[in-house]
């Protein structure tokens, strides 16, 4: 007979089962005995943290970094409403996890907090399960990590109040993934695409977010084409040290790619949608021969209508592309002997000079580059900074990169390094966040890093002013003073939340802060004061 439990314990013990260590949450009346169950009898980890929101976006970056489905859990109501921008971003970031939601008692519809949560979920792009019984207390939860693998999205389980005391037996239930990839299309849709790819001149390849895994089987196919390869900004590093990276595609593209992509004749795109970014809004894509590849039938067609398109996994397609080409002898196109990688990848460095009182950001960049830990995982915030990050700051790999780009916000990137810290405890995570990002969602949490001792660096790119807006007030010769503010130090926040920070108005005094970087001890951060009419524009 199955050992009989709580359903709060129930549901605790579930959740361990489908592989579950680490669970960031707030507490509150309807999750308070899951999260100590999970914690006491379960032997889980609970990290807590002071916004709920934070929750969501913790558990989105572990699971990105970790390669896991991530979990989360508030209460209900407010603390759910709290976590709809967070929601929206790991949605759209198609982010696997879970998040356990208490909801009001089901007897008390005049409940202080009660509002209608799976309408709330629904206009996030989360999906939603609820616990419907104390008796599927199980069969829920399985089916809610089930969502979260196949659908690629956060999966709220909606947990009543009431539920969490009444007894109900717990048995084991974890649902199969079928995870193995798709074969490749076939027929005409193939050969044309091998077509088009084998008369190609100029061929490219483009991985995308979806492309991570297949690695080798692009580069065995670019090296047979003798084609560059280039990434989105959500593949970013993957194609590290080949001789033929080109890095980003688009609009974060050197002067020198942007115009090599110009000239090339044939784009071969694997498990990217075609962002608007990638595509500079369809200019690089003009007159050239585009066959797009993704598992994903929606992430076809949506910025540009491709010439071939393939619903298939990138690796087995690349594959069998590279089969075909080696059965009809088709010559490899020669384009990659024409290419000098170094100054197609070399964005123009800074002057390192800046008015008095102020550092060059670029030039801080360059130097961060060079002075930051080579094995980090680094997170950016939204912002007018952001770009020139991604452009000059390089990554490990793609897992080793997070940015917090995918609803617009601004304020979610410390919670999200958080996560990646919780995620990979042995390596630093570099946090990039912009002055007004830091005090609308960082400041809030800075402490949660100092709880948890993380080895967190954090760079505020500091022009007491909201960049974007600043910029178009300029833009029309109109007074920008309405977007700029005036700050307190955040080096001395930092001091005094419990870490370590430093003050950068200068290019000794950035020095300065690099050697501090060797002797870190738990969170330190780094305030570059920037000049807001010297910050460059996005490259968007």
């Not at 005995?33 to 970056?61: N, Q, Y």
């Not at 971003?89 to 202080?112: K, Q, W």
């Not at 076809?300 to 089969?323: N, Y």
């Not at 007018?384 to 700051?393: A, D, K, L, Q, S």
Request: proline fraction near 5%; include cysteine.
């Amino acid at each position: 007979m199955s050992p009989q439990n709580h359903v709060y314990q129930s549901i605790a013990r579930a959740t361990k089962d489908h592989g579950t260590q680490k669970m960031f949450g707030l507490m509150g009346d309807a999750n308070l005995f899951m999260v100590d169950s999970f914690v006491r009898d379960c032997g889980g980890d609970f990290i807590p943290a002071a916004h709920e929101g934070s929750t969501i976006l913790m558990a989105a970056a572990y699971a990105h970094v970790s390669g896991h489905v991530g979990v989360a859990t508030v209460t209900h109501g407010p603390a759910l409403s709290n976590c709809l921008t967070a929601l929206t971003e790991a949605a759209r970031g198609h982010s696997p996890m879970v998040v356990l939601a208490g909801d009001t008692p089901a007897d008390n519809p005049r409940h202080l907090q009660s509002i209608d949560q799976r309408e709330l979920v629904k206009v996030t792009g989360a999906g939603f399960v609820q616990l419907r019984t104390p008796a599927t207390v199980c069969e829920d939860v399985a089916r809610a990590f089930y969502r979260a693998r196949v659908e690629r999205r956060p999966i709220v389980l909606n947990m009543p109040a009431d539920f969490m005391w009444q007894e109900a037996d717990y048995t084991l239930q974890v649902l199969d993934v079928f995870t193995t990839p798709g074969g490749v299309a076939e027929g005409d849709i193939l050969d044309n695409a091998i077509g088009m790819i084998a008369s190609a001149r100029r061929p490219l390849i483009l991985a995308g977010g979806g492309a991570i895994h297949a690695r080798d089987q692009l580069v065995r196919l670019a090296d047979r084409l003798e084609a560059p390869l280039a990434t989105t900004l959500r593949a970013k590093g993957l194609f590290n040290d080949h001789p033929y990276n080109i890095d980003i595609f688009g609009t974060l593209s050197t002067p020198a790619a942007y115009d090599l992509i110009a000239k090339s004749d044939c784009i071969i795109c694997f498990g990217t949608a075609l962002h608007d970014f990638t595509t500079d809004r369809g200019k690089l894509m003009k007159d050239k021969r585009i066959v797009q590849i993704d598992s994903d039938p929606t992430a076809i067609g949506g910025g540009l209508h491709p010439d071939a398109a393939l619903i298939a996994d990138a690796g087995l397609t690349a594959d069998t592309i590279l089969h075909w080409l080696d059965e009809a002898e088709i010559p490899a196109s020669g384009f990659t002997r024409e290419l000098d990688t170094a100054s197609l990848t070399a964005h123009v460095a800074g002057s390192g000079k800046a008015p008095e009182g102020f550092v060059n950001y670029v030039y801080a960049l360059d130097r961060l580059e060079q002075a930051l830990p080579e094995n980090r995982v680094l997170v950016t915030d939204g912002g007018r900074f952001m770009t020139e990050v991604w452009c000059r700051i390089s990554v490990p790999d793609p897992r080793s990169f997070v940015s917090t780009v995918n609803f617009g916000a601004i304020g979610l990137g410390l919670q999200e390094a958080i996560g990646a810290a919780v995620a990979a405890p042995d390596r630093p995570v570099v946090l990039f966040s912009g002055d007004g990002g830091f005090m609308m969602g960082g400041i809030n949490e800075f402490n949660t890093a100092v709880r948890l001792g993380l080895d967190l660096i954090v760079i505020i790119a500091n022009d007491s002013a909201y960049g974007a807006e600043h910029i178009q007030f300029v833009d029309r010769k109109m007074d920008p003073s309405l977007t700029q503010f005036t700050w307190p130090s955040f080096a001395q926040i930092a001091k005094s939340l419990g870490a370590d920070g430093v003050e950068v108005r200068s290019n000794d005094a950035l020095e300065h802060a690099l050697a501090a970087l060797e002797t870190r001890k738990g969170p330190f951060l780094i305030d570059l004061r920037l000049d807001p009419d010297d910050v460059p524009r996005m490259r968007i």
